[in-house]
């Protein structure tokens, strides 16, 4: 698959010092306020200066060259061609994942943390995600009750989900029920009235809030239709995204389990772009297509088994692995089984 062209690392802050826009967009920073923004406010201040970066960037160095493409790779699926441009996340076989230039235990360290809690909450590295900025916990509180006021599901979308067979695939089911959310979205209403190219990152920013504060409600309803026997718990608006998504689980009585889905939910939130699931969800986003058909479509690769279902095939099999070996966790037990599968 293609790679990330990295252009968020030294060679381009060097390349933006001497030009006229070169600001702080790049920078991670703790960003102090006397009053407590919301993201979109933030994010809609730094989005001129970004603008004006881009655009210096493209006229100065619009003609270098930044890889060579062989013919394998051509026909190996575009594999490791540089071909994408992703300052959130760079992935690093030696040194692990860094998220704006911050590894996991600097997010651990600097992110701000649930009462009580040792780990980050999501909600703070989405911030540092979309503004290179390490929020304040007030901007996380703010965050965290936004995504709650905004996580319930329409009506039509519930008894969709509770009308799938059991047996279908709970990513069909995820994918069947982002994409029926199209119905509300705002992206897709004002493009139909007409609006200018200015304003689609406004509309795009309302439905990718809505959307990520529904997919707790949109998972956890499968899980409990497949496996548990159909009820969900409320959305707890006073709690963190990942207090009510473990809540709904069934599993909000184990701190353990509540602090580990704060920092597994913080860890997953970016891998780059070149994987199936985030490259397709960007490609169809290209298109205009809403941040639901986007997600949706992203989901479906996501689904596949060279992708996210290796997830669900790896618990599979050792399952089966503890079944058949037991407690005899020998060399020669454990050898035996993986020669005979």
Not at 57 to 65: D, F, P, T
Not at 295 to 311: E, T
């Amino acid at each position: 698959m293609a790679s990330v062209a990295r252009l968020s690392n030294a060679a381009l802050r060097a390349s933006l010092r001497s030009s006229p826009v070169n600001g702080s967009v790049f920078n991670a920073v703790r960003c102090y306020s006397a009053k407590t923004q919301t993201l979109k406010e933030r994010f809609a201040e730094l989005l001129p200066e970004k603008i004006e970066q881009v655009k210096a960037l493209r006229k100065e160095h619009g003609s270098k060259v930044v890889d060579k493409v062989t013919l394998d790779q051509v026909y190996g699926g575009a594999r490791g061609i540089k071909a994408l441009v992703w300052e959130g996340s760079v992935l690093d076989s030696e040194e692990g994942i860094r998220f704006r230039g911050k590894t996991i235990p600097e997010c651990q360290e600097l992110l701000p943390k649930a009462p009580g809690g040792k780990e980050p909450l999501p909600e703070g590295l989405f911030w540092l995600l979309l503004t290179g900025e390490v929020p304040t916990e007030q901007q996380v509180r703010d965050l965290s009750a936004e995504w709650a006021a905004r996580s319930d599901l329409p009506k039509f979308v519930e008894e969709l989900i509770d009308h799938c067979p059991t047996d279908l695939h709970p990513m069909a089911q995820f994918s069947l029920a982002v994409t029926a959310l199209e119905h509300t979205s705002s992206f897709a209403k004002a493009y139909a009235k007409g609006i200018n190219k200015k304003e689609y990152w406004g509309y795009t920013f309302e439905d990718s809030m809505d959307l990520i504060a529904k997919l707790p409600n949109i998972a956890s309803r499968i899980y409990q239709n497949v496996f548990k026997g159909g009820k969900v718990a409320p959305i707890q608006k006073d709690k963190d995204y990942s207090f009510n998504f473990a809540n709904q689980l069934g599993f909000a009585d184990n701190a353990d389990f509540v602090e580990l889905m704060r920092l597994y939910l913080t860890i997953h939130t970016d891998h780059e772009g070149g994987n199936v699931s985030a490259h397709t969800t960007h490609l169809v986003g290209s298109a205009l297509s809403s941040p639901f058909l986007s997600l949706a479509a992203g989901l479906n690769g996501l689904a596949g088994p060279l992708h996210g279902l290796a997830n669900q095939e790896v618990l599979n099999w050792l399952t089966e692995f503890k079944k058949s070996v037991g407690d005899d966790l020998s060399d020669k037990a454990i050898t035996d089984y993986l020669w005979s599968t």
